[in-house]
């Protein structure tokens, strides 16, 4: 196998110290490289691997001096390939820093890297094809061979080893993940109802879990054909004060309708939560993931609230995306997210949600994202993912030798039809000091428009936001 360590130092560059990543004396650890369970068996994805971040590690060390290079890196394998290896602890796909899947249908066996961030931020994680790994002609058109390159991948490893290189095989965990469809709750007196969709991307292992303050309420929950699920169906754990109904087989999709009855005379807290998984091996489910743009802030800077929807790593549109944050001190605020390509948001229609968080009062806050989708359809976006170079070609001995064309890749619309998701993200800190108001100014104006009639210039643009792209700005000054 040629070296493809170039392209894996650039797009590893773009990670940056990303988190879980650190940098211990001269060498970066806890690097997380990810196969999904999806990828069929085979060992030979596993030497690439090692071969790539071995050399990469090598070219690292040699071209800063002997400074910097790569120490420390784990693989964690799917639970249904075969063989010995370690046994992981809280690695997890959804933490892996490099992951191996199938083609991204916009940009085929490119590597790329993810962004949810806006230019200069880290990235999410880097992905790589098995077919990008095993074939060397995909090696020829985004790493050039370089005159150091060798085939044989245990000298590629014993360099590695000379510049003290550590690569662990771990076993992945359970292969299927639950999927947060619902999580809702109120204090309530009588009746607490509602309806939760069930789309045809999941149904498999559906849980509805009730959790009641005080005593259990009377609950029913109907499926789209009409039967019935009551008490006698579902686990009751008084010690935990929960009420669980597992729904065999796969779930009809569609919606299920729910209603709990509290018989107390005064209102008590009750939830629910609803899982589920993914209906089909060969239809992955939409998901949803929310962050933070930071984990603390002390108001010098607004705060981004980030919530990507995606099936198959393409961007679901038109999706009705609400930020719930609330803090340890009471203080909670709400926020429509935004796929506009304006204020926060960088690209539009890229299947990235955002808006700015400026009301900034202290405390440590929680983000919950709920997401409703009525229609829609899904497609490709190239905004947010920075690809490897395509090589046309390269000199060999004084000649150029071309490679093949790059691969066509076509991107059909797909609808997704209607679903619901809940996710959270991690809790961040506002620590402002005393005294100190934050002040944002207003967002900047992205759609100036001039049309000129006779000699009249006509100016249109959306105005935007008070504190960026919150509230109503009281005037617009204009300077020719």
Not at 467 to 472: K, N, S
Request: one cysteine or more; a negative charge; charged letters at 20%.
């Amino acid at each position: 196998m040629a070296k493809a360590f170039a392209v894996v130092l650039l797009l590893f560059n773009a990670l940056g110290l990303n988190a879980g990543i650190r940098l211990d004396g001269n060498g970066y650890t806890d690097i997380l490289v990810a196969i999904n369970p999806a990828v069929p068996q085979n060992e030979n994805i596993i030497n690439q691997i090692k071969a790539m971040i071995t050399s990469g590690s090598e070219y690292l060390l040699k071209a800063l001096d002997n400074k910097v290079f790569i120490k420390d890196v784990k693989i964690l394998i799917p639970p249904n390939w075969r063989g010995s290896y370690g046994k992981a602890k809280r690695e997890t796909y959804d933490k892996a820093n490099i992951i191996i899947d199938s083609p991204h249908p916009a940009h085929g066996d490119e590597p790329y890297t993810k962004q949810m961030k806006g230019c200069g931020e880290e990235s999410e994680y880097i992905h790589f094809t098995p077919d990008f790994l095993l074939n060397d002609d995909l090696l020829n058109a985004y790493g050039p061979r370089d005159g150091e390159a060798t085939d044989d991948i245990q000298s590629c490893l014993q360099s590695a080893v000379d510049s003290g290189a550590i690569i662990n095989t771990i076993a992945l965990g359970p292969s299927a993940s639950n999927v947060l469809l619902v999580s809702t709750g109120s204090a309530a007196t009588g009746w607490f109802n509602g309806t939760v969709p069930i789309d045809r991307t999941v149904g498999n292992s559906t849980t509805f879990t009730i959790i009641y303050e005080r005593s259990a309420p009377t609950v029913y929950i109907q499926a789209p054909s009409g039967s019935v699920h009551d008490q006698t169906r579902m686990a009751h754990n008084a010690a935990t004060k929960t009420l669980t109904l597992n729904i065999p087989g796969t779930a009809e999709p569609g919606d299920w309708r729910y209603s709990f009855f509290n018989s107390e005379s005064s209102a008590q807290a009750m939830t629910l939560t609803v899982t589920s998984r993914a209906a089909r091996d060969n239809v992955p489910p939409v998901i949803v993931k929310a962050q933070m743009n930071q984990l603390t802030s002390d108001g010098t800077k607004p705060m981004v609230v980030f919530a990507e929807v995606s099936q198959n790593h393409m961007p679901v549109l038109g999706a009705k995306v609400m930020a719930t944050l609330q803090s340890d001190t009471g203080h909670s605020e709400e926020l429509f997210l935004l796929d506009n390509g304006a204020g926060a948001d960088n690209f539009k229609d890229d299947g990235i949600y955002s808006r700015y968080f400026t009301k900034l009062i202290n405390g440590r806050y929680s983000l919950k994202v709920q997401v409703i989708h009525q229609e829609g359809a899904i497609s490709g976006s190239h905004n947010r993912n920075s690809g490897a170079l395509y090589v046309p070609g390269y000199i060999v001995n004084g000649k150029v030798q071309l490679n093949s064309h790059k691969p066509p890749v076509s991107v059909q619309l797909a609808d997704v039809g209607r679903f619901t998701r809940t996710a959270t993200g991690k809790s961040f800190v506002v620590n402002v000091p005393k005294g100190v108001t934050p002040k944002f100014p207003p967002g900047k104006i992205t759609d100036l428009r001039a049309k000129i009639q006779v000699d009249t210039i006509f100016l249109s643009w959306t105005a935007p936001g008070e504190d960026f792209d919150l509230g109503t700005g009281e005037y617009c000054t204009v300077t020719l």
